[in-house]
């Protein structure tokens, strides 16, 4: 049975810092891996999707990377703003649809 | 595309009402999921859909709750009777098999069971 960890749970940090926020799997055998956004009383926003066969994936100031064999995955935040408080969750997709396993997310608060 | 729609986006309610959530996927997904999000359990899959058909839906708390999917841009899931443990924000996704397996969200309906 596949399980997602984030730690840690909640995380404050000054504006302007560089930060990496983690996830840990315990199955391996994933299809890809998905990075949300999640704003107070608001839904999931995706990302960054890192497929299987891939080791990295960036949008902008963002950089998410994948590492099967270690069973991580790293998102990392460059530059923060107050706008990138939120809570992050990444989910482990066994395969290319059907059941995904959530992590319990990090609550990211930069403050100004 | 107007991404994955959910409404109502609030419900409130009383214990023993029947409630009726309602979700339209991205068009073209052929994957759809009913999710349970709230403080102390996190995000919950309740169940989920392929081209239409129920695939799993072990994740239904009770006899209380149904979903059904009549067509491939429609589902519902409701809960008769409510309780105020069923309290909580219930998010639709779906997903394609056809390319990355990437999951979408809706905005999510929040129930509150008085």
């Known amino acids: 049975k596949q399980e997602v960890t984030q730690i840690p749970a909640a995380l404050s940090v000054p504006e302007g810092e560089n930060l990496v926020l983690n996830c840990s799997f315990t199955d391996s055998a994933i299809y890809n891996l998905q990075w949300f956004r999640q704003d107070p009383g608001k839904g999931l926003t995706s990302l960054l999707l890192i497929q299987s066969s891939q080791r990295e994936q960036t949008s902008g100031r963002l950089n998410a990377s994948l590492d099967k064999s270690s069973g991580r995955s790293t998102l990392y935040i460059a530059a923060s703003q107050p706008g990138d408080s939120a809570t992050y969750l990444c989910?482990?997709?066994?395969?290319?649809?059907?059941?995904?396993?959530f992590g319990d997310g990090t609550t990211l608060t930069v403050k100004p | 595309d107007a991404g994955v729609i959910q409404s109502p986006r609030h419900e409130v309610t009383e214990m023993g009402q029947e409630v009726t959530l309602r979700c339209k996927p991205i068009?073209?997904?052929?994957?759809l999921f009913w999710y349970r999000q709230t403080m102390m359990r996190g995000l919950e899959l309740l169940i989920y859909?392929?081209?239409?058909?129920?695939?799993?839906d072990s994740g239904m708390p009770e006899d209380r709750f149904s979903a059904k999917m009549p067509n491939a841009s429609f589902s519902t899931l409701k809960i008769q009777p409510s309780e105020p443990r069923d309290s909580a924000v219930y998010f639709c996704?779906?997903?394609?098999?056809?390319?990355?397996?990437?999951?979408?969200f809706g905005e999510g309906s929040r129930l509150t069971v008085l």
């Open positions: 068009s073209g997904h052929d994957y």
């Open positions: 989910a482990a997709h066994n395969t290319n649809a059907g059941k995904s396993t």
């Open positions: 859909f392929n081209n239409n058909v129920p695939i799993d």
């Open positions: 996704a779906s997903s394609s098999s056809q390319g990355t397996g990437e999951l979408f």
